[in-house]
């Protein structure tokens, strides 16, 4: 076996240049019922085609008048009124409303023609079946939500490449859309590598190791707005490297997780090679260093390091902001929180540093116990980091955290 040297390795900035260079936003499109709308991206402007809402209706329960008949009314001179109807919501009204005249109304139930203003039911006093005494003066439009004040026929709703967030999907069913364009989520193959790797479920052999790298990156893969691909393992040799490569083809996005340690590494060069261009191999970070990205047959690949916590951590770092921009999602906003470290944490000279740390009783602990235990990531609460050309974080240092 000929084994090239591992390729010098680029910057963590050089590498998210590279990776935001070769995004495509995607553009196919799909469209969804309404309740399987949340979290998409509308593909098109959608126009309001009815007035929201369809009629000027009651903001409140009371009683709809004419404005100028209230225009004495006070708590020492109440107007009365002639009740001519009750008006329910989903109820057109029969009558129409004059001078002296009054309906009592349901908040959402459409004013009767001739009344212009709503008196909250906390401003009268009922008189007997037929009549009310109001106490309030009220002006035109009072409580009153006219016709198409939410939303006018022809004005916009959503745009293009808006995030269908709760309250726009409500605007949408507001005008009585039923389904929306949006943007299809991008496909996305994972596949692990290594002739010791195993599905969670089977009886575990002599060397065998289950696989957890292709459940972590499902994970994060729908977490992030995109739909997981899982493949079978392949094992470590060129032809099975290079079949499972164009299994994966159909795909929008293609990651392999595994294959990173020398000699295995050139046969996903190899396969690589075979079927594309690489763009990069090697990032100064830790964990993570041994990761590759390039194009295969057009489509853009991961080359994830095996060990899972070095996996997960770059799927964080880079394949999420990836995903997001190929899916049109805004970038995605993680919570921070400031303390203080509880223990001094060593740099990596050179690499920047992705460092585990839990935080409880108000201080920062480091988590991280090595590159290959889940562990490390699973019992932390988020990250440190550590620029390549600082030495350390000192005890008692004030620290960001990344949240997960
Ligand atoms: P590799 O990058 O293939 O050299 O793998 C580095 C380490 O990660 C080795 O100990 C592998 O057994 C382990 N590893 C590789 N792939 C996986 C996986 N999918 N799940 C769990 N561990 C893995
Ligand atoms: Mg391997």
């Known amino acids: 076996m000929t084994m090239r040297p591992f390729v010098s390795t680029i910057s963590l900035e050089e590498a998210r240049r590279r990776l935001s260079d070769a995004i495509v936003p995607i553009e196919r499109t799909e469209g969804v019922r309404l309740a399987e709308a949340a979290g998409r991206v509308a593909s098109g402007d959608v126009s309001a085609t009815i007035d929201a809402p369809p009629f000027a209706r009651s903001a409140m329960d009371g009683y709809a008048v ?20 009750r008006i329910y919501t989903g109820q057109p009204p029969a009558k129409s409303i004059t001078s002296g005249e009054c309906a009592e109304i349901a908040t959402g139930a459409p004013i009767p023609a001739g009344a212009n203003a709503v008196v909250m039911v906390e401003d009268t006093a009922k008189l007997g079946d037929n009549e009310v005494a109001v106490f309030r003066q009220v002006v035109a439009g009072h409580n009153v939500s006219g016709r198409g004040t939410d939303i006018a026929a022809g004005s916009s709703v959503i745009r293009r490449d808006d995030l269908l967030t709760p309250s726009r999907i409500g605007a949408l069913a507001a005008i009585g859309r039923a389904t929306v364009d949006v943007y299809a989520r991008p496909v996305v193959a994972i596949l692990s590598t290594g002739n010791e790797v195993i599905e969670p479920g089977q009886p575990l052999g002599p060397g065998q190791i289950f696989d957890v790298n292709r459940f972590t990156l499902a994970a994060i893969v729908a977490a992030h707005g995109s739909v997981a691909a899982p493949h079978a393992a392949s094992e470590d040799h060129l032809a099975a490297l290079t079949a499972a490569l164009d299994e994966c083809l159909a795909a929008d996005v293609i990651v392999f997780s595994g294959g990173s340690s020398v000699g295995e590494r050139d046969l996903i060069l190899d396969a690589i090679a075979a079927r594309g261009e690489m763009i990069f191999h090697g990032i100064a970070v830790k964990p993570g260093k ?11 690949f991961f080359g994830m390091p095996g060990n899972p916590t070095s996996c997960l951590s770059n799927a964080y770092v880079l394949l999420v902001p990836f995903l997001r921009a190929t899916a049109r999602l805004p970038p995605f906003a993680p919570h921070t929180v400031r303390a203080q470290l509880a223990r001094r944490v060593s740099g990596a000279p050179g690499r920047h540093q992705f460092y585990t740390v839990r935080v409880t009783g108000g201080m920062v602990w480091p988590a991280f116990k090595g590159s290959g235990d889940i562990t490390s990531l699973s019992q932390a609460d988020g990250y440190i980091e550590i620029p390549a050309d600082q030495d350390a974080v000192e005890e008692g240092d004030v620290v960001e955290v990344t949240l997960f």
């Not at 404005?67 to 109807?85: F, K």
């Not at 041994?290 to 853009?300: D, E, L, Y």
């Open 66 to 85: 004419i404005a100028t008949d209230s225009a004495s009314a006070s708590r020492d001179a109440p107007v009365r009124l002639r009740v001519v109807e």
């Open 290 to 300: 041994p990761t590759a990205f390039a194009r295969v047959s057009g489509k853009p």
